[in-house]
């Protein structure tokens, strides 16, 4: 029997994108940690680690490209000289005869000792890589990539790779032994479980170990969880299959052993598996996991985009107020900036709740009246022809003057300040245009944009479980916009129990208006959300990013044109019958 094993670290960490020098010093110094803390014989980095992913039409740039094979050189030669004797896997992109490959690099003692090209490029959800990348497919032989240390076979695998079983039996019936899976794998609600139960599939079903190193950190409408995992192959005599798994939306590293050992007698397709030894780490439950993602995906894109300050609006109501405490959370109470913008509509409730929340979260909280602001506009306006009708009555025009004067007061307050505004609306009010452009859709990050306002709810309940960061009244009384008077949510909307499940449907899961009646909704309420859908989409095109936590959110996702043809609702009553299609 052989004997041989290895100590390996799966290093996720979060790198910046463009930030090719900063990300290259950074591996560098991971790799160091490593050699000293764990006597690491391999570090693995995510997918792109180089670039940060995604780098999107920054790899259309010549120089840019340039900068990365000029950094990638000069980690080459630090690691040679600080740690020759560890071999240090990367993601990086790599240029081969005019093509482009998004690669996995084997650097060491001042070489790149292994290349794999990525074969599956994702073209799906946030995923565009045909647009930048070149297939390995039929370009590198089934073995490039597979290398051995310690007596171990090892093969190179890039994020979408392990999705598609053929290039796992490739890899195995070429004699691989440990399968390292570099990643770049996004968030988004329930992912981990699926990433967990697939791979686990793989080692099973072809008797081979994998590791799956998985990036960490946000970028723009993007947040990648970490959560880096191992599993052990078809082992006789155990049931254990996750045996490594690192700390999900945290950099750190994870260290791992593969022991060789000798399970012939017990078996008969393959000998000597591999074991992976490690500690697991437990999992978050999916409130938490949420929460978490928000709060790295708002901490991220303030840092990265190099502001020091966060400022909004505070209403009193739960959006604004789950807003805060994620704010609070993701960069320090001293710097966010609350503020309250009062109007004749605004109750003394939300100005006490508003008050309250601010004091017990320790930021800085004023009041700024806009009653000024708006009737200096509406006396402005009191001569044109649209407003001195007598039949002009107050409507969504005064309402939508409101919401813009307050926008205008938190622009002007981050042009003075140098502070990032954040926007506070969520999933449902962006996906019927409940909100207001120019209004309170200003800002330059929304960490809301992809939270259904039921999903506000239960986040708002789990963070108190935490600690006490939002008033329960604020939680429990009704929804109102506050912009006319004695106004409530449900005037203008259906519940929201029901408005989310008809999104749910027709944006998340592309179902049609019959089937989603057919599920017993309301027909008149059908029509109406799905109208509203449709006809707002000019409004979601020029909304801020924010934070992807579902398979289909509001940015990439979901690409519709603004100018289309809307549902023939004639024809829809036609096909259920007229009689049966209640009065809309």
């Not at 900068?67 to 000289?81: F, H, P, R």
């Not at 099973?204 to 946000?218: F, L």
């Not at 609006?313 to 959370?329: E, K, N, W, Y």
């Not at 934070?547 to 009553?573: A, C, H, M």
Request: hydrophobic share 35%.
């Amino acid at each position: 029997m052989e004997n041989s094993s290895i100590n390996i670290v799966m290093a996720q960490i979060n790198p910046t994108v463009g930030d090719v020098e900063g990300n290259a010093q950074k591996i560098l110094s991971y790799v160091t940690q490593a050699h000293l803390c764990y006597r690491a014989d391999m570090v693995i980095f995510p997918e792109l680690v180089i670039t940060g992913y995604p780098p999107e039409d920054l790899l259309f740039r010549e120089d840019f490209l340039n900068q990365v094979d000029s950094s990638i050189d000069w980690l080459k030669n630090e690691l040679a000289e600080r740690v020759p004797n560890i071999h240090v896997v990367i993601g990086a992109p790599a240029r081969e005869q005019g093509r482009l490959f998004n690669a996995a690099l084997v650097l060491n003692d001042g070489k790149i000792l292994h290349r794999y090209f990525k074969q599956k490029l994702p073209n799906y959800q946030v995923f565009d890589e045909c647009r930048y990348f070149e297939s390995g497919e039929g370009y590198q032989s089934a073995n490039v990539g597979i290398f051995k240390l310690n007596g171990i076979n090892f093969g190179l695998s890039v994020c979408e790779d392990i999705w598609h079983e053929e290039t796992v039996t490739k890899a195995v019936n070429s004699g691989v032994e440990c399968i390292i899976s570099i990643n770049a794998s996004p968030y988004h609600v329930g992912k981990q479980s699926q990433r967990i139960k697939h791979v686990i599939h793989l080692a099973q079903k072809h008797n081979v170990s994998i590791i799956y190193t998985n990036m960490v950190g946000g970028q723009d409408e993007l947040v990648f969880d970490g959560a880096s995992f191992a599993v052990n192959p078809n082992i006789p005599k155990t049931t254990e299959r996750l045996v490594a798994n690192a700390n999900a939306f945290k950099e750190q590293l994870h260290p791992i052993k593969l022991t060789r050992t000798d399970f012939s007698s017990h078996t008969t397709n393959q000998t000597s598996p591999l074991i992976v030894t490690s500690e697991i780490r437990p999992h978050l439950n999916t409130p938490a996991s949420i929460y978490s993602a928000l709060v790295l995906g708002l901490k991220d894109y303030v840092n990265k985009s190099g502001f020091n300050s966060v400022i909004l609006g505070l209403s009193g109501g739960i959006d604004s107020a789950l807003t805060l405490a994620i704010a609070v959370d993701a960069l320090g109470q001293d710097k966010v900036e609350a503020v309250m913008m009062p109007y004749d509509y605004t109750s003394q409730i939300s100005k006490d709740d508003a008050q309250a929340q601010a004091l017990k979260l320790g930021v800085r909280y004023r009041v700024l009246p806009i009653h000024q602001p708006f009737t200096g506009f509406m006396a402005e306006l009191k001569n044109e022809p649209e407003f001195k009708h007598a039949q002009s009555a107050f409507d969504m025009t005064e309402q939508n003057l409101q919401a813009r004067c307050r926008g205008v007061m938190l622009m002007a307050l981050s042009n003075k300040k140098g502070s990032l505004v954040l926007t506070t609306g969520n999933k449902s009010e962006i996906a019927v245009g409940y909100c207001t452009l120019y209004g309170d859709m200003v800002g330059g990050f929304n960490p809301l944009k992809d939270v259904p306002k039921t999903l506000v709810y239960k986040l708002s309940e789990y963070r108190n479980t935490i600690s006490p960061a939002i008033p329960e009244r604020v939680i429990t009384r009704p929804p109102s916009a506050e912009l006319a008077p004695d106004q409530k949510d449900t005037d203008s909307l259906p519940p929201y129990e029901r408005l989310d499940e008809i999104i749910k449907l027709y944006v998340d899961q592309d179902a049609s208006p019959l089937s989603i009646i057919d599920k017993g909704f309301d027909p008149s309420e059908v029509e109406q959300v799905i109208r509203l859908i449709d006809r707002n989409e000019y409004k979601r095109q020029q909304a801020v990013i924010g934070t992807r936590i579902s398979e289909k959110g509001f940015g990439r996702d979901r690409r519709y044109p603004v100018v289309k043809s809307s549902i023939n609702w004639s024809l829809q009553k036609k096909i259920l019958k007229l009689s049966e299609f209640r009065s809309i």
